[in-house]
């Protein structure tokens, strides 16, 4: 998928909204060896100081029609992307239907990670950190499979009970 030029800012305003702390944003708008379509980046760099200070990416690209996010360090993700050449995906996710899925799926990966390093008080500190917008997507979600779930076991018993 390429995006139009009001496409993109609006797409640049709203990565840069959601992760305020990175910096540095470029992106990619063509298909070409290195990118399936639209891809966009932001980088958060950890003792800016130091000689080689520590880059993280968040990475937001497109495919076909969804959405797809990852963390990763060294570089921005693309299709080349390896840890033999200093860069590694450390969380993605699954292809979502819009950017703000995708966002949202994102941060909730992202807080799972750190939640196995932290304890019960940090987590629950990090979870407070996605938005009202993002927790309640996320819900929604689990409770449109839970419910289409449901529905699948509810025909699968009517079927078993009708008379014949």
């Not at 590694?88 to 990966?109: G, N, R, W, Y």
Request: aromatic share 10%; net charge negative.
């Amino acid at each position: 998928m390429l995006l139009t030029k009001p496409e993109i800012q609006q797409v640049l305003e709203q990565v840069q909204a959601a992760f305020p702390n990175l910096t540095n944003w470029e992106y990619n708008n063509e298909k070409n060896e290195e990118y399936f379509g639209f891809s966009i980046w932001g980088e958060f760099v950890i003792n800016t100081e130091e000689l080689m200070p520590r880059r993280f990416f968040i990475t937001l690209d497109t495919y076909e029609d969804k959405w797809q996010g990852c963390l990763t360090i060294g570089q921005p993700s693309y299709l080349w992307s390896s840890a033999d050449v200093g860069d590694a995906h450390l969380v993605d996710t699954e292809p979502s239907e819009t950017l703000q899925e995708a966002i949202s799926a994102l941060k909730a990966k992202i807080v799972q990670l750190l939640a196995a390093f932290s304890s019960e008080e940090t987590e629950r500190c990090l979870r407070r950190s996605l938005s009202f917008v993002e927790v309640r997507a996320i819900a929604s979600t689990k409770l449109t499979n839970v419910l289409i779930k449901s529905q699948q076991k509810s025909r699968t018993k009517t079927k078993l009970f009708l008379p014949e």
